[in-house]
């Protein structure tokens, strides 16, 4: 029987952001924005209370993802309702893939060893007047 892991990460979706770079004595060192690190954080944090007392699996995973962005505010209640029953969809930013990108980094090591061993995604973006992710991994077995 193969593992399910699921957990929401409550608030806005981060996009993965671009590495920085600084350079001291000649050195040039790369380092990751403190937004991105921030929400790297809180979804490990999510997804270390998801697996329990589970190690972090070797095997292959699928992964599904959704990304709910706030409703605008500015919009009316009849495009508010249609947005909300999924008729209109977010073409906002952050990039879908970006965000993908920021929560398979943030859980390497707790729910896998590697994100290299997620073999399937679909990921969707959703509006909602609660702005979240949640993510549901399954361990794929023979």
């Known amino acids: 029987m193969s593992a399910t892991v699921y957990f929401v990460v409550y608030g806005k979706p981060v996009g993965k ?9 000649g050195f040039v060192r790369m380092y990751t924005d403190e937004k991105t690190e921030a929400y790297e954080a809180a979804v ?5 209370i998801a697996m329990r007392d589970w190690q972090a699996f070797e095997t292959p995973m699928q992964m599904q993802l959704s990304a709910y962005y706030y409703i605008p505010k500015s919009w009316s209640k009849k ?17 879908l893939d970006n965000v993908m990108k920021a929560v398979l980094d943030a859980m390497n090591g707790v729910v896998y060893v ?14 909602s007047s609660d702005p979240r992710i949640e993510v549901y991994l399954h361990e794929v077995l023979k």
């Open 17 to 25: 952001g671009r590495p920085r770079a600084t350079s001291r004595g």
């Open 44 to 48: 490990a944090d999510e997804a270390r």
């Open 79 to 95: 495009k508010r309702q249609m947005a909300m029953d999924g008729e209109i969809h977010p073409q906002v930013k952050p990039d």
């Open 114 to 127: 590697d994100d290299s061993q997620v073999i399937n995604m679909v990921a969707t973006k959703r509006y």
